[in-house]
Nanobody, 123 residues
Framework: VQLQASGGGLVQAGGSLRLSCAASGRTTSNNGMGWFRQAPGKEREFVAAISWRGGITKYADSVKGRFTISRDNAKNTVFLQMNSLKPEDTAVYYC?????????????????WGQGTEVTVSS
């Protein structure tokens, strides 16, 4: 499975971005999917995850109420809608396909990773 993340960019605080993660090679419709991020000088951290049918979602406390993860299995694509962005959201965002059908907040549960898309939020 190859994952291609896109949609990052530079945005002012309070603005919005929508990240996309397109899978190719084989379907990921049976996999839980997740988004993680890594800020400069920091460790990678969990952002959001979604189960294979999209019925169960999980969020890091820092993004709850601002970010929404969704998926379109017909298009083999996962999205991360990010609203009310803050400078502390600045990071490289990675999408990942999990080994299991549920979405996990543990990076060890993910087998395939995209290359990352950079998000910069200016104050």
């Amino acid at each position: 499975v190859q994952l291609q993340a896109s949609g990052g960019g530079l945005v002012q605080a309070g603005g919005s971005l929508r990240l996309s993660c397109a899978a190719s090679g084989r379907t990921t419709s049976n996999n839980g999917m997740g988004w993680f991020r890594q800020a400069p000088g920091k460790e990678r951290e969990f952002v959001a995850a979604i189960s294979w049918r999209g019925g169960i979602t999980k969020y890091a406390d820092s993004v709850k109420g601002r970010f929404t993860i969704s998926r379109d299995n017909a298009k083999n694509t996962v999205f991360l809608q990010m609203n009310s962005l803050k400078p502390e959201d600045t990071a490289v965002y990675y999408c990942a396909a999990g080994r299991r059908s549920y979405g996990s907040n543990w990076s060890d549960e993910y087998t395939y990773w995209g290359q990352g898309t950079e998000v910069t939020v200016s104050s």
